[in-house]
């Protein structure tokens, strides 16, 4: 499966984005998509993810309450849908897939991903 992530962009504290996750080449609704965010100096970092039947979903901490994540199967596309954005949510946000039944937060579990998207919130 090929992954395209767009959608970030420049915000101010308090707004909201919605990231979007593209896929193509492999059949979509089989896979388990996670965002993960990855912030100038330090590790990349689960945000949330949502398995095959839409109903299962895990978040962050730190983001729980503020972003939802949502996917469409017929459109082959994954949504994040981020609200009251603060500073520390500055980041490269990236999507990735991977094959099974377990919603992993470890990047290391995912062997697809997105370029990344940059979403800046500014104080």
């Known amino acids: 499966v090929q992954l395209q992530a767009f959608g970030g962009g420049l915000v101010q504290a308090g707004g909201s984005l919605r990231l979007s996750c593209a896929a193509s080449e492999g059949t979509f609704s089989q896979y388990i998509i996670g965002w993960f965010r990855q912030a100038p100096g330090k590790e990349r970092e689960f945000a949330a993810g949502?398995?095959?039947?839409?109903?299962?979903?895990s978040y962050a901490d730190s983001v729980k309450g503020r972003f939802t994540i949502s996917r469409d199967n017929a459109k082959s596309t994954t949504y994040l849908h981020m609200n009251n954005l603060k500073p520390e949510d500055t980041a490269v946000y990236y999507c990735?897939?991977?094959?099974?039944?377990?919603?992993?937060?470890?990047?290391?579990?995912?062997?697809?991903w997105g370029q990344g998207t940059q979403v800046t919130v500014s104080s």
């Open positions: 949502i398995k095959q039947t839409r109903n299962v979903r």
């Open positions: 990735a897939a991977r094959e099974g039944s377990i919603l992993s937060i470890e990047r290391s579990r995912y062997p697809w």
